[in-house]
Each structure stands twice: as structure tokens, then as C-alpha cells.
């Protein structure tokens, strides 16, 4: 099992990192592509291992997968003959709820294993299965698995009773086929839901309002061909702007989509951070103590809860006490403990932490209890006097490509080691 170590210290991290194409829109994408018979090209795609998995997946469906260089994939699902994936690989991945909107939609059979719960809490599919039953599928839920069985999708009005990127993203996946209008209300609004409306689209499906709380879409008969290139990420964007100002450092982000990170530039300038926005570029300097703030994650376009552990990293140095407030999972703080082992001072009541700043955080060993902690983790350990180790590390590669390199070329001492 390897390990990160990570040299502290406080370095301020120097220099430019080029943004990867955003996980969270190529792993609803990919399974998308089951979704027409002609060959799609996808790019910008993030080398990480979800993707991989995904790949492996689709293949052993009957996908034809072609990576002619890094970050392109083409996929032809012409020959898909199976709408069973196996469960070893299935399991390892959490977004792999979207083959069941992508299968359902494209041979009205799916049976996929239950996604598991992870770190942050139970992660239910309820509003999946609703939409889903809501345009005419049948779904039993039973043994660990999910079985899809539609005679025929038709549109219909489905209102989510919680605001869920995965649910909403996974009845667009049924819906693009499906006869007739669905209208789906309450759907959530991030940039990686109009990534995916957006590629679909390309290949003729007819979908409006991706990125409003009302998206329409039209079913269509069959779906051509395209090519994609997948957003920047946002969150690998945000998770370096607080590296960055973490170690009072100077970091020139590349590639990036600015307005997607006004909830993360607003509240960096909140902390006294200054941050330059310029065409695809954005600069985040330091150089100053950090002033304590309020946070509270919503769905977009609020703060977004994946940076949550990162910017509670960076608020345990800040002058005064800051709190943090959960709202879109249940149990995100996961992370305190291991924070607190390295000396922080953060106190948990239910969905809100106070974190109290002017700490000076000591290298020690801690656990990544998911892909955005192992991160905030690597930033704790660049705050902090000595070396920390970090286990559990395979969350971090499932959702960051090449992440030691790109903290290497800002200036920070980070080794793999077994
Ligand atoms: C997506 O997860 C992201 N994952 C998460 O990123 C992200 O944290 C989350 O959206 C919120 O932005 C992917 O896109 C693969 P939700 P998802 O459905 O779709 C509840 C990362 O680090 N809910 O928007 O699973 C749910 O329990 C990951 O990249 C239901 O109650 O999140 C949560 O409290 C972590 N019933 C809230 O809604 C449902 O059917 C929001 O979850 C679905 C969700």
C-alpha cells in the first residue's frame, strides 16, 4: 500500500500547474457514450484511475475503447452486447450509477451493483430510482444490485426532492432517448451537468436549461456520433488556489474557467487572498496570514462542498476563529480527526465545525478518508513543521491526475513511498 510523504515546513509553492479535464463530467460522460451506436472521440480527459476503471468497464460490456494518445478516448459501442457489468469492477467505483440511466436508456436493461457508501456518509439513489421509475422503468433493488427493466421509456415531469448532480445527470441519461418531454425540476446546476448536456447535445440530443434548476429535454430516436472536450476541473483548480495561498505562495493556474470558481475566488478574497482572473488563467498570491471567515457549502453555485476539507485546512493558520458549515452531505468532516492528530483545533457539533485559527500544525501520520481530504492533507502537511505521512492514498489518484508531479513543479518535496 503506498503512502505519501510530504516535507513541511511552509514553503510558499511557486510557479504554474496546467488544469486537468474535470472528473466529475468525464465520469458521467463516458458511460454516455453507450447511449448511440456511431463512435464518439472524448478529450481533455484527466489520466486517473476512476477513468480507467470506467474504460474497463465499458469494455467488458462489448464497448470498443481506442486511447490514441493521453487524455482521448474513442469509444463505439455498436457491439454492446451485455448490460451486466461485473461486479468487481463496478464496485470499486462510486459514480457507477450512471450505467444505470445510460444502459436503461440505451437497451431499457440494466443491472448494475449498488453503488457503495463511502466517507461521507450514506450515499443514497433514491432520486435516481425515481426518475428512473418516473419514465416508465421498472427498478428492484435487492442483493446488492440495482435491475432496470423498461418496456419503452417515456418523458414525464420529474421534481428531485433534493438537489443531486447524480440524480440529475442520470435522468437526462435516460431521458435523451426516451418518447416524448421530460421536464426535470429542482435539478442541480453544476458546470459538469451542462458539460454533459453539451456533449450530448453533439450527438443530436435535444436538451435546454442544463445549468438552471429546469431542464427540458426532448427524446430523440437514435444519437450520432461527436467529439468532446471535457471542462477544466474546477475542484483539482480549487484544490491547488488553496495550496497556494495555504503556503503564502504564488500560483499560476492554466486552463482553467474562471467563472466556474467564483464561489472559491470570492471566499479566497473573503480571507484576504488576492486572487487575478485573466482569460483561462488565475493567479492566487498569498503572502499574508489568512483573516478567519463563515463558510457554508451548498450546491452550486455555492461553495462547493468538495473543497470543504481544503479550505478548513487553510483556516486552521488563519487569524481567529473560523466556522464551517456541511449542508450537502451528512457526514463530511471525516477529516477532523486526522487534522486534529497534526494539531489543529477543531470542535464538531452535527453539521458545523469551528476551527480555531493562529494553529501551527505538526507533521504526523493520517489517513485520507476521501479523494479531497488526501488532498487537504497534502496541503496540511506543506503547513506544518516535519514530515507527514499520508495513507489510503488510492483516493487521491482516483480523482487527481498526477498529483505529486504537479505539487513537485510548484515547489513542494512529495514522495511516494511503500
Ligand atoms: C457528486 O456526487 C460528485 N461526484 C461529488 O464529488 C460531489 O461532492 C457531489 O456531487 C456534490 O457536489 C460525482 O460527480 C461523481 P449528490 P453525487 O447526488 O452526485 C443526497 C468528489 O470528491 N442524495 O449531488 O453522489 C446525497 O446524500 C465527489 O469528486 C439523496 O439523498 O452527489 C447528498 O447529501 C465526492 N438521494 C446530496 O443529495 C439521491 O438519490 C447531494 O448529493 C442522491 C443524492
Redesign the pocket.
Given at each position: 500500500m503506498s503512502k505519501l510523504l510530504v516535507k513541511g515546513g511552509k514553503k510558499p509553492l511557486q510557479g504554474s500547474v496546467r488544469i486537468s479535464g474535470a472528473?466529475?463530467a468525464a465520469?458521467a460522460i463516458i458511460p454516455a457514450a453507450v447511449l448511440t451506436l456511431a463512435p464518439v472521440r472524448l478529450e481533455n480527459l484527466p489520466e486517473i484511475s476512476d477513468i480507467r476503471i470506467l474504460v474497463e468497464i465499458l469494455q467488458s460490456i462489448g464497448v470498443r475503447a481506442d486511447q490514441p494518445e493521453p487524455g482521448v478516448l474513442i469509444l463505439d459501442s455498436s457491439g454492446l452486447d451485455n448490460f451486466k457489468p461485473p461486479f468487481y469492477l463496478v464496485s470499486k467505483l462510486?459514480?457507477s450509477y450512471y450505467l444505470l440511466g445510460a444502459l436503461a436508456g440505451r437497451c431499457g436493461r440494466a443491472e448494475v451493483p449498488a453503488p457503495g457508501g463511502c466517507d461521507?456518509g450514506?450515499?443514497?439513489?433514491?432520486?435516481?430510482l425515481k426518475g428512473l421509475t418516473a419514465l416508465g422503468a421498472q427498478v428492484e433493488v435487492g442483493h446488492g444490485l440495482v435491475k432496470v427493466t423498461a418496456n419503452g421509456l417515456y418523458g414525464n415531469t420529474v421534481y428531485l426532492d433534493?438537489v443531486?448532480?447524480?440524480?440529475t445527470i442520470n435522468l437526462m441519461l435516460t431521458a435523451v432517448r426516451a418518447r416524448g418531454k421530460t421536464v426535470i425540476k429542482n435539478a442541480?446546476k453544476?458546470p459538469?451537468i451542462v458539460d454533459v448536456a453539451n456533449f450530448l447535445n453533439a450527438l443530436g440530443a435535444r436538451i435546454s436549461g442544463a445549468g438552471t434548476d429546469v431542464i427540458k429535454i426532448t427524446g430523440v430516436e437514435e444519437l450520432g456520433g461527436g467529439v468532446h472536450s471535457v471542462i477544466p476541473d474546477r475542484?483539482e483548480a480549487g484544490t491547488y488556489m488553496f495550496a497556494a495561498a495555504a503556503t503564502a505562495g504564488d500560483v499560476l493556474l492554466l486552463d482553467v474557467i474562471p467563472k466556474h470558481l467564483d464561489p472559491v475566488i470570492a471566499k479566497l478574497r473573503e480571507m484576504g487572498i488576492d486572487v487575478e482572473v485573466c482569460g483561462d488563467r488565475v493567479r492566487v498570491s498569498g503572502g499574508r496570514t489568512p483573516r478567519a471567515v463563515d463558510l457554508k457549502t451548498f450546491?452550486y453555485p455555492g461553495f462547493?462542498?468538495?473543497l470543504q476539507s481544503l479550505a478548513m485546512t487553510m483556516l486552521t493558520s488563519a487569524e481567529g476563529n473560523s466556522v464551517i458549515t456541511e449542508n450537502?452531505?451528512?457526514n463530511r468532516f471525516r477529516h477532523v480527526d486526522e487534522l486534529v492528530k497534526m494539531g489543529a483545533r477543531i470542535k464538531v457539533e452535527g453539521r458545523t465545525a469551528l476551527v480555531e485559527g493562529s494553529c501551527r500544525l505538526g507533521g504526523a501520520p493520517v489517513s485520507a478518508t476521501?479523494?479531497?481530504a488526501g488532498a487537504a492533507f497534502i496541503v496540511a502537511g506543506l503547513m506544518a513543521d516535519g514530515e507527514t505521512l499520508i495513507s489510503k492514498i488510492d483516493h487521491v489518484h482516483r480523482?487527481y491526475e498526477n498529483i505529486c508531479g504537479k505539487f513537485r513543479s510548484l515547489g513542494a518535496v512529495i514522495t511516494e513511498v511503500e
Open positions: 472528473k466529475n465520469v462510486r459514480a461521507l450514506p450515499r443514497p439513489i433514491d432520486q435516481h433534493v443531486s448532480v447524480g440524480a442541480a453544476e459538469e475542484i450546491p462547493p462542498t468538495d450537502v452531505f451528512e476521501d479523494l479531497r480523482g
